[in-house]
T-cell receptor, first 112, second 113 residues
Framework: AQSVTQLDSQVPVFEEAPVELRCNYS??????LFWYVQYPNQGLQLLLK??????LVKGINGFEAEFNKSQTSFHLRKPSVHISDTAEYFC??????????FGKGTRLSVIA | DAGITQSPRHKVTETGTPVTLRCHQT?????MYWYRQDPGHGLRLIHY???????DKGEVSDGYSVSRSKTEDFLLTLESATSSQTSVYFC????????????FGDGTRLSIL
């Protein structure tokens, strides 16, 4: 069975500073990894996904994530955040034929 | 988003009453999912469906039942609602599992008094 740990429940960061949201997963089989964003009172939107191939994955809104198999991590990064990036971010993992398993979320607060 | 409509968007009801939430899709996706979202718990899978009349349990299925009589509709029923089922419920759809991403509805906020 897969599981996901998001290491920080809240991350405050100043506008235009870089940010990293950490995600570790556990699985005994090959995995697919995802990051979703949730803005207030909305559903989740897909930011990016890792299926195979290049370990650096680029997503929407300037976000990217790096798959590290040896560290079982899939950290999300952005070099310069904006106020509009304030939201909750969820890391998720699935196996070849299993539903997504989500982490508990990281609340990113961008401070002007 | 992605042709998913959840209804109702908000509901307040009393303990012990039955409640049905509806998810409707226009994408003809095979898979449909119901999640609940609670502070500190992220999203937890309740039930999912992989085709008409084909469903399976998720992590937190106790107290919930589902039905899918048509490709486009997936119903979540709380037979006798309890206060612990107060939550925000999200429906999601995907064409398959594994590397296929899920697309989410806007959620239903359910309060059980």
């Amino acid at each position: 069975a897969q599981s996901v740990t998001q290491l920080d429940s809240q991350v405050p960061v100043f506008e235009e500073a870089p940010v990293e949201l950490r995600c570790n997963y556990s699985s005994s089989v090959s995995v697919y990894l995802f990051w979703y964003v949730q803005y207030p009172n909305q559903g989740l939107q897909l930011l990016l996904k890792y299926l195979s191939g290049s370990t650096l994955v680029k997503g929407i809104n300037g976000f990217e994530a790096e798959f590290n198999k040896s560290q079982t991590s899939f950290h999300l990064r952005k070099p310069s955040v904006h106020i509009s990036d304030t939201a909750e971010y969820f890391c998720a993992v699935s196996g070849r034929n299993t539903p997504l398993v989500f982490g508990k979320g990281t609340r990113l607060s961008v401070i002007a | 988003d992605a042709g998913i409509t959840q209804s109702p968007r908000h509901k307040v009801t009393e303990t012990g009453t039955p409640v049905t939430l509806r998810c409707h899709q226009t994408e003809n996706h095979r898979y449909m999912y119901w999640y609940r979202q609670d502070p500190g718990h992220g999203l937890r899978l309740i039930h999912y469906s992989y085709g008409v009349k084909d469903t399976d349990k998720g992590e937190v299925s106790d107290g919930y039942s589902v039905s899918r009589s048509k490709t486009e509709d997936f119903l979540l029923t709380l037979e006798s609602a309890t206060s612990s089922q107060t939550s925000v419920y999200f429906c999601a759809i995907s064409p398959g599992q594994g590397g296929q991403p899920q697309h989410f509805g806007d959620g239903t906020r359910l309060s059980i008094l």
